[in-house]
């Protein structure tokens, strides 16, 4: 390794970029900046202290992938012997915790949407409402998704208002070829006013059956894996067990959000529908690795044990109290010498519960320090507010609080 942490052979190719675009101060300074900038855009752990909990831009949810450098029985049925399916534990243990027949995993929400699509109604119809025909970000937009997946998308309704009666039509409509009623939860995106909605339990009354993407991974709304009752800001978000106990045949997650866990895709529900998806030719290309498997199943067993406020990165950043966070952050504004503790706002984030807000502390120092605070090891990244720099506590690891203050001490002094 060269003094900028960066394999030579790297730095070897940064100084022939650098003479070929005639760098004109070329030193050992100079290059050493070059690769030390470099290796910035390599990937590394930050501290989020933007206090958005699911951060799209740092992951989503924070996970410790730790296994150690052994063999998995992922597809070996240690019973018999014989081969087994890699989605079997974690699927069961997944069914379990949302209440549902049978589940399956693939690499994220995006994936399971186009799963669930391609072997259960390619060639055939689709009924979508129009007011959830969405760009969730990311890419993920519903009519897309539905192209790559050789389904064909029937709107249904207007923007503002589908009723079940708009449904029933486009059944009944002559040469109609329905395979399955999507509904899409639209997250980050909200229509008010003159709106009406048809719910899941409407919609189960129809003779197809309901795949509900409710994207967000709640996987109960009563959450008693938090021994209390759920959060404020948890109210009005679609739930797995609910949504499949209303009546729904699937319902697909993403691992990564409200869960906690690896990035994911859940597809959970009706025992025959989901083999059909597990049996589907996609399903090989669009599998998670065993590390991304173990890291669910450990999840979710700490849900079903009702561990996961004290165990999952995410809960433990949700159920945080304030009292605690005061204290650190006292502790912050004294070690760092600058700054003042004041009220924050912290948001779930990546679309969940929009709207909704985590009542949080955050130190606050004067300026935009956000571009030296992400020069430091590991960079820190935080927001501004009203000309101020805020470092949301709910979102910073406790392990980083004296990184937080030596890094603002230093960056203010
Ligand atoms: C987040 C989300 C997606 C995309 O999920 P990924 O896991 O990011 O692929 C799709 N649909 C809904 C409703 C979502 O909230």
New binding site residues.
């Given amino acids: 390794m060269a003094p900028s942490g960066l394999p030579h052979a790297l730095c070897v190719e940064l100084a022939r970029t650098a003479v070929a675009d005639g760098a004109e101060h070329w030193s050992p300074e100079a290059a050493l900046a070059r690769a030390v900038h470099h290796r910035r855009t390599l990937l590394s752990p930050v501290v989020n202290a933007t206090g958005v909990l699911l951060h799209t831009n740092l992951g989503r949810a924070p996970l410790a992938l730790d296994h150690p450098a052994r063999a998995i029985n992922i597809e070996l049925d240690l019973a018999t012997g014989e081969r087994g399916s890699r989605q079997r534990a974690v699927g069961g243990v997944l069914a379990s915790l949302c209440g549902a027949e049978a589940a399956m995993v693939v690499n ?4 399971a ?1 186009l799963l669930v699509l391609a072997a259960l109604a390619r060639d055939r119809q689709v009924l979508v409402s129009r007011g959830e025909s969405v760009e ?1 970000g ?1 890419g ?1 937009r519903v009519p897309e998704v539905m192209e790559q997946s050789g389904a064909r998308l029937v709107d249904v309704g207007t923007t503002n208002r589908t009723r079940l009666a708009d449904y029933s039509k486009a059944l009944g409509r002559k040469g109609a070829d329905v395979a399955l009623v999507l509904k ?2 639209p ?1 980050n995106y909200r229509i008010e006013g003159f709106v009406e909605g048809t719910s899941v339990e409407q919609l189960a009354a129809l003779a197809v059956p309901v795949v509900a ?4 991974g709640l996987v109960d709304a009563s959450c008693p894996w938090l021994g209390g009752p759920p959060p404020a800001w948890l109210a009005g978000e679609p739930a797995a067990r609910q949504t499949l106990a209303a009546g729904a045949a699937l319902v697909t997650f ?1 691992g ?2 409200l869960l906690g866990g690896p ?1 994911a ?1 859940i597809i959970a529900g009706r025992a025959d529908l989901v083999a059909v998806c597990s049996a589907h030719p996609l399903a090989r290309a669009l599998r998670p690795g065993a590390h991304v498997l173990l890291a669910l199943q450990r999840v979710a067993l700490a849900h079903l044990d009702r561990s996961a406020a004290r165990t999952v990165p995410f809960w433990q950043m949700v159920v945080a109290p304030l009292d605690e966070l005061r204290a650190r952050g006292d502790a912050v504004v004294r070690a760092a010498g600058v700054g003042d503790l004041v009220p924050s706002e912290a948001v779930p984030g ?2 969940s519960a929009p709207g909704t807000v985590i009542p949080s502390l955050a130190v606050r120092v004067p300026g935009d320090r956000l571009a030296a605070l992400r020069a430091f090891d590991p960079p820190i990244v935080a927001r501004t507010r009203d000309g101020a720099t805020m470092l949301d506590l709910r979102t910073i690891h406790p392990s980083d609080d004296e990184h937080v203050a030596a890094c603002l001490r230093a960056c203010v002094s």
Wanted: glycine share 18%; proline share 0%.
């Fill in positions: 994220n929400n995006a994936a949407v969730i990311g993920f899409v939860h997250s993407d409710i994207g967000s993403s990564d959000k990035q895709g990546a679309g």
